[in-house]
């Protein structure tokens, strides 16, 4: 469960301010994978970032149950001097998994070869991101925050980045920004969308969606 309460997070800068969220009351049930739908700007990664703990909100709280992912595709918990295949290690000590398992299930997956064992720094963003999601996928999170991962890489690892994920939804919960509606449709269970710093929760896939799509049409006609 994911609760949110008055959360509110406002972004300042040279006298300008950004609304990502405007006291915000709503629980998110345990189990539930959620689209998070937006327009680009929206909010929707610094949202996933708050729910992690990464991002602070401005005022009020967010409670919750189970464990949480990082946001798959989030590097920034990486040491840029350590090898993937140490910061995988490291991770696991964390999360007290088993080390060699969760390394070898990473370098697999990743398909990094030997950059695998290359420090993250010189790590291209597409690679940062498929260490992010083997490693993501290798610890078996109660929710799992997931930042449109699956666009990284070529169709095959698109493809088996899926079937994973579809897996790891059999016996977890999710929140997923995505831009995606197939995707929503083929692994949520409801829509959130986060607009002007307002979240619109919807238990019915397919009115989050109409709900959202005549949003943007709206707003590209004004």
């Known amino acids: 469960m994911i609760e949110f309460r008055n959360l509110t ?11 990502v969220a405007q006291n915000i009351n709503q629980v998110v049930p345990s189990g539930v994978a959620v689209a998070l739908l ?7 990664s610094t949202l996933l970032q708050m729910i992690a703990g990464t991002i602070r909100p401005t005022s009020g709280v967010i409670r919750s149950t189970g464990s949480i992912s990082w946001p798959v595709g989030f590097a920034g918990s990486f040491h840029g001097d ?8 490291f991770l696991a000590r964390i999360y007290g998994v088993d080390t060699d398992e969760l390394v070898a299930f990473v370098d697999d997956f ?12 010189t790590y ?14 290798a610890i078996d999170f109660d929710t799992y925050l997931v930042d449109e991962i699956t ?18 939804l059999h016996r977890s919960g999710a929140v997923l920004a995505t831009h995606s509606m197939s995707q929503a449709r083929e692994l949520c ?31 590209a006609n004004a």
């Open 124 to 137: 291209s963003s597409g690679m940062r991101s498929r260490l992010a999601f083997g490693i993501s996928m």
């Open 9 to 19: 997070k406002v972004f300042r800068l040279s006298g300008r301010s950004k609304v």
């Open 151 to 168: 666009a990284v890489g070529d169709q095959a690892f698109r493809t088996k980045s899926s079937r994973i994920f579809r897996d790891r």
């Open 82 to 89: 350590l090898t993937g295949s140490q910061n995988a290690r």
């Open 38 to 44: 937006g327009s680009n700007g929206a909010g929707k």
């Open 189 to 219: 269970d409801a829509v959130a969308v986060l607009d002007r710093g307002q979240l619109h929760y919807f238990d019915d896939i397919e009115d989050g969606i109409a709900w959202h799509q005549a949003n943007m049409q709206a707003v």
């Open 110 to 121: 990743a398909g990094l070869g030997t950059h695998f064992h290359l420090p993250f720094r």
